[in-house]
C-alpha cells in the first residue's frame, strides 16, 4: 500500500473521522463530523467574500451515507438513486500531491501556488484585482493581507499563500467538519467541503492526500472524482436543500 500522503499545512483528523467514497454510490461518513450548508456570501461588488452556515444535518448514522451522484430526493443523503442514475462514478483522479504540479507566483513578501485541477469556481480569488496580481505586489502590506485571505479562502485548495521568509503555508484553522456549499449569486449548488484533515478513502483501502480543505463531487458530473472540477457551476446543478443563510460566519483565523 502507497504511503500516506499529508499536503504540507494540513493535519490529519482524529482517527474517528473518515469518509469512505463507495466505487459506485455514496460518500460514507464516520466520526460525526458536524455537517451544515455553507453560502458563499457576496460583498457590495458582488463578489464572493465569506463563507455563512446555513441549515445544519445529522450525521449520527455510523456511517452516514452523503449522495455522491446528484441524483438522491433525500438530499443530502443517499436514496439509492445512484443504481439508476445517469451518472460515471468512476474516482479518475491521479494519485498525486496537490503541490506535485502546482505553479507558483512570486510577490514580494509571498509566494502563491496554484494546482487549476483543484478549482471548485468559488471566485474567492477575484475581488482586488485577484489574488496573483496582489501576491505580485505582496510588498505592499494591504495587498499582502489580501491575497492571504484570499488564497486561505479558496475552498478546494487550488491556491496557498507563502510567507517567502519562512517558506510555511498559510491556512485557516479548521475543525473536522463538513459544508454542502450553495453558490446564491451563480445559482447554483456545489460540492462536498471537507475541512480539518478529514481523510478520504476509496473502498479498495487507498487513502488520497490529506488536506486541510478540499472539495468532493456531489453532483456526480465532475471529471475528476472523487474531487469537484466546478462543473456544478457549468450545468447550474441544485440540492434544493432550501435553507437560508442564517448561521456563524466562517472563523478567518490563520496559523
Ligand atoms: S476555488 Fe479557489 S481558485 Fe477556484 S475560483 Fe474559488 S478561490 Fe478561485
Ligand atoms: S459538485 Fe462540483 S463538479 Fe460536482
Redesign the pocket.
Known amino acids: 500500500m502507497s504511503k500516506l500522503k499529508i499536503e504540507t499545512g494540513s493535519s490529519p483528523a482524529e482517527e474517528r473521522f473518515s469518509i469512505t467514497v463507495t466505487e459506485k454510490g455514496p460518500f460514507l461518513v464516520y466520526g460525526r463530523p458536524p455537517l451544515a450548508e455553507q453560502f458563499i456570501m457576496p460583498n457590495e461588488q458582488n463578489e ?1 467574500w465569506y463563507f455563512q452556515e446555513g441549515r445544519r444535518f445529522s450525521t449520527e448514522a455510523e456511517p452516514t451515507a452523503l449522495c455522491r451522484c446528484g441524483a438522491s430526493k433525500r438530499k443530502p443523503y443517499c436514496d439509492g438513486s445512484h443504481e439508476t442514475a445517469a451518472w460515471d462514478p468512476r474516482l479518475t483522479a491521479p494519485d498525486e500531491s496537490l503541490l506535485d504540479k502546482a505553479e507558483t507566483v512570486e510577490g514580494g513578501t509571498l509566494t502563491m501556488t ?1 494546482n ?1 485541477k ?9 475581488p482586488g484585482g485577484d ?1 496573483w496580481t496582489l501576491t505580485e505586489r505582496s510588498a505592499d502590506p494591504e495587498a499582502r493581507q489580501l491575497a492571504i485571505r ?2 486561505s ?7 496557498t499563500a507563502w510567507d517567502r521568509k519562512t517558506g510555511s503555508p498559510y491556512e485557516f484553522r479548521f475543525a473536522p467538519s463538513l459544508g454542502l456549499i450553495e453558490d446564491v449569486t451563480i445559482g447554483s449548488s456545489g460540492g462536498l467541503w471537507i475541512r480539518g484533515g478529514i481523510p478520504l478513502r476509496r473502498e479498495d483501502g487507498h487513502t488520497y492526500e490529506i488536506r486541510n480543505r478540499v ?1 468532493a463531487c456531489r453532483c456526480g458530473q465532475s471529471a475528476n472524482k472523487p474531487y469537484c472540477d ?1 462543473t456544478h457551476a457549468a450545468i447550474k446543478w441544485r440540492d434544493n436543500l432550501e435553507g437560508e443563510p442564517v448561521g456563524e460566519t466562517l472563523p478567518e483565523e490563520v496559523y
Open positions: 464572493s496554484d487549476p483543484y478549482c471548485v469556481f468559488a471566485r474567492f480569488c477575484h489574488a484570499e488564497a479562502m479558496c475552498p478546494g485548495g487550488r491556491l472539495v466546478g
